[in-house]
């Protein structure tokens, strides 16, 4: 919703305040400037990914339109499943989570809290490791290096859509000049014509330069930028899994583990401690 309103702010404000200052708006309708600019562009954008980048692009751009599902209740969910799972493990030990994360799906563990289970990236992250600690052949260390390579390539993998669209954002500018200048050549072509219809070539040719600025700077450039900021926030809740099982790892008691998975979310989503030991306990009785 967000990004509608801006968009129609955008809109608004650029042609609004030409009408204002006396311009004629159907002089900005250039279709055929459109047609060049993001023919080129998406032309562009073709050549320079490969498969995987223009479908992990594809995927992502739809996103753009929904809010945030990293919200408190998201992450109270996250961090009381960790509490159940390792309160468990402390009561009847690792070997008697082994069911609930092979088939998490399966598991009344993990089926009290669908909001999570939607995440497969976050449940298969946290039940790897869960594994990992169940074998007992691996130390905390070498768990922690591991978590962190996995989440630096799954962020180096999410970043891929938002660099994507960023290029393809620097180069609309370049392609409403290319635009523009073709229009120049048509007009040059014709400098024999009246001053008028001549100064109407002129415009025409410009609005190329315009629609490639404004396409860049006011359309997609922004996208680019919320989609940094989605993977931000989903970076934060492998995070909490991280801290949260390694603090168990080192011995610490699941509701002080969960407190360390709790420190490390962003300000406005983190609950505080009473929110979280309330809904803890609220999740036992269900």
């Given at each position: 919703?967000l990004?509608?309103?801006?968009?129609l702010?955008?809109?608004?404000s650029?042609?609004?305040g030409?009408?204002?200052?006396?311009?004629?708006?159907?002089?900005?309708?250039?279709?055929?400037?459109?047609l060049?600019?993001?023919?080129?562009a998406?032309?562009?954008?073709?050549?320079?990914?490969?498969?995987?980048?223009?479908?992990?692009t594809?995927?992502a751009?739809?996103?753009?339109?929904?809010?945030?599902?990293?919200?408190?209740?998201?992450?109270m969910?996250?961090?009381?499943?960790?509490?159940?799972?390792?309160s468990?493990?402390?009561?009847?030990g690792l070997?008697?989570i082994?069911?609930d994360i092979d088939?998490?799906?399966e598991?009344?563990l993990?089926s009290?809290?669908?909001s999570?289970?939607?995440?497969h990236?976050?449940v298969?992250?946290?039940?790897d490791?869960l594994?990992?600690?169940?074998?007992?052949?691996?130390?905390?260390?070498?768990?922690?290096?591991?978590?962190?390579?996995?989440i630096?390539?799954?962020?180096?993998?999410?970043?891929?859509p938002?660099?994507?669209i960023?290029?393809?954002?620097?180069g609309?500018?370049?392609?409403?000049?290319?635009?523009?200048?073709?229009?120049?050549?048509h007009?040059m072509e014709?400098?024999?014509i009246?001053?008028a219809?001549?100064?109407i070539?002129?415009?025409k040719a410009?609005?190329?330069t315009?629609?490639?600025?404004l396409?860049a700077?006011g359309?997609?450039?922004?996208l680019?930028?919320?989609?940094?900021?989605?993977?931000e926030?989903?970076?934060?809740?492998?995070?909490?899994?991280?801290?949260t099982?390694?603090?168990?790892?080192?011995?610490?008691?699941?509701?002080?583990?969960?407190?360390?998975?709790?420190k490390?979310l962003y300000?406005t989503?983190r609950?505080?401690?009473?929110?979280?030991?309330?809904?803890?306990?609220?999740?036992k009785?269900k």
């Amino acid at each position: 919703m967000l990004v509608i309103i801006g968009y129609l702010v955008v809109i608004g404000s650029v042609f609004g305040g030409f009408a204002l200052a006396g311009g004629h708006l159907a002089t900005l309708f250039q279709p055929i400037e459109l047609l060049m600019i993001g023919g080129a562009a998406v032309g562009a954008f073709f050549v320079g990914n490969n498969g995987k980048s223009i479908k992990a692009t594809m995927k992502a751009l739809p996103t753009v339109l929904k809010g945030s599902r990293h919200t408190k209740a998201l992450y109270m969910e996250l961090m009381s499943l960790l509490f159940d799972v390792l309160s468990k493990v402390r009561k009847e030990g690792l070997m008697s989570i082994e069911s609930d994360i092979d088939s998490p799906e399966e598991s009344p563990l993990f089926s009290k809290y669908p909001s999570v289970m939607s995440d497969h990236h976050i449940v298969e992250f946290m039940t790897d490791y869960l594994r990992l600690m169940v074998s007992g052949n691996m130390d905390a260390f070498q768990i922690e290096n591991l978590m962190d390579n996995e989440i630096e390539t799954h962020h180096h993998e999410g970043a891929v859509p938002h660099h994507v669209i960023a290029k393809l954002g620097d180069g609309l500018p370049a392609f409403g000049i290319v635009a523009a200048v073709m229009g120049v050549v048509h007009t040059m072509e014709s400098v024999g014509i009246p001053p008028a219809e001549l100064g109407i070539l002129i415009a025409k040719a410009l609005v190329g330069t315009f629609l490639g600025i404004l396409l860049a700077y006011g359309f997609v450039t922004p996208l680019a930028s919320l989609l940094e900021q989605k993977l931000e926030e989903e970076a934060k809740m492998f995070q909490c899994v991280k801290v949260t099982l390694l603090a168990s790892l080192n011995g610490y008691a699941p509701a002080l583990a969960v407190e360390f998975g709790r420190k490390v979310l962003y300000s406005t989503e983190r609950p505080t401690f009473a929110e979280l030991e309330d809904h803890i306990k609220k999740s036992k009785t269900k």
